[in-house]
T-cell receptor
Framework: DAKTTQPTSMDCAEGRAANLPCNHSTISGNEYVYWYRQIHSQGPQYIIH???NNETNEMASLIITEDRKSSTLILPHATLRDTAVYYC?????????????FGKGTKLTVNP | KAGVTQTPRYLIKTRGQQVTLSCSPISGHRSVSWYQQTPGQGLQFLFEYFSETQRNKGNFPGRFSGRQFSNSRSEMNVSTLELGDSALYLCASSPFPGRETQYFGPGTRLLVL
C-alpha cells in the first residue's frame, strides 16, 4: 500500500506557481520522499527527491515539513506542458531491498 | 547519455499466448525494476534485478517472470496471457539498488485479446 496521500486533482493557471501537497504521516526517519510525474501514457519522469531539507533543481522545489509528515512540490512557473499526473512516493524497504510504491497521484491541469 | 529503452513499444497478443518484453538500462546502470500500470490498479511493482539476480518481487503470480543479463539488459516474460494482463509495462533503471533514483523508460503497451 502507498504510504502517501495526495489530492486527486488540481488546477493551475499558466505562469503561476503550482503547489502540490502530499501527506506521508507514517514516513520513517530514513525514508526519502520522491516526486515523479507522468504525462499521458509515457513513462514516469523523475522530478526531485529529499530527506529532511528543502531541495531545489531546475524543474521544481521540494519543501518538507520539519516533522517530515508532509511535503509540497512547487513548480514555480507552470506551463501547459506541466499538465500531468504527479506522484509523491516514499520508498519502501522490503526484504532488504527498496521499491517505489505509487499511489494514485494528483492530476495537475495547467490552464491557459 | 541515452535513456532507458524498451522494446517493443506496442504489442497485441491473444489469451493463452506468452510474451517477452525487453529493457535496456541507461549505460552504467546495473539495477533494473519492472512495473505494471493499469487503469484500475495504477503503477505496481513487479520485480527488481541487480547483477543478474532477482532482489525483490511484487505480488504477482508465477506467470510473470524476468531475468537480467550480464550486460544489465533485462527481459520480462508473461506466460499464459490473460485479458487482465493488458497494461503498460514500465522498466526503470538505477546505478545500484537501494536509495538510487530510478529512471523510467517509455514503456511497452500490451493488449491481450
Amino acid at each position: 500500500d502507498a504510504k502517501t496521500t495526495q489530492p486527486t486533482s488540481m488546477d493551475c493557471a499558466e505562469g503561476r506557481a503550482a503547489n502540490l501537497p502530499c501527506n506521508h504521516s507514517t514516513i520513517s526517519g530514513n525514508e526519502y520522499v520522491y516526486w515523479y510525474r507522468q504525462i499521458h501514457s509515457q513513462g514516469p519522469q523523475y522530478i526531485i527527491h529529499g530527506l529532511k531539507n528543502n531541495e531545489t533543481n531546475e524543474m521544481a522545489s521540494l519543501i518538507i515539513t520539519e516533522d517530515r509528515k508532509s511535503s509540497t512540490l512547487i513548480l514555480p512557473h507552470a506551463t501547459l506542458r506541466d499538465t500531468a499526473v504527479y506522484y509523491c512516493i516514499v520508498r519502501v524497504t522490503q526484504g532488504g531491498s527498496e521499491k517505489l510504491v505509487f499511489g494514485k497521484g494528483t492530476k495537475l491541469t495547467v490552464n491557459p | 547519455k541515452a535513456g532507458v529503452t524498451q522494446t517493443p513499444r506496442y504489442l497485441i497478443k491473444t489469451r493463452g499466448q506468452q510474451v517477452t518484453l525487453s529493457c535496456s538500462p541507461i549505460s552504467g546502470h546495473r539495477s533494473v525494476s519492472w512495473y505494471q500500470q493499469t487503469p484500475g490498479q495504477g503503477l505496481q511493482f513487479l520485480f527488481e534485478y541487480f547483477s543478474e539476480t532477482q532482489r525483490n518481487k511484487g505480488n504477482f503470480p508465477g506467470r510473470f517472470s524476468g531475468r537480467q543479463f550480464s550486460n544489465s539488459r533485462s527481459e520480462m516474460n508473461v506466460s499464459t496471457l490473460e485479458l487482465g494482463d493488458s497494461a503498460l509495462y514500465l522498466c526503470a533503471s538505477s546505478p545500484f539498488p537501494g536509495r538510487e533514483t530510478q529512471y523510467f523508460g517509455p514503456g511497452t503497451r500490451l493488449l491481450v485479446l
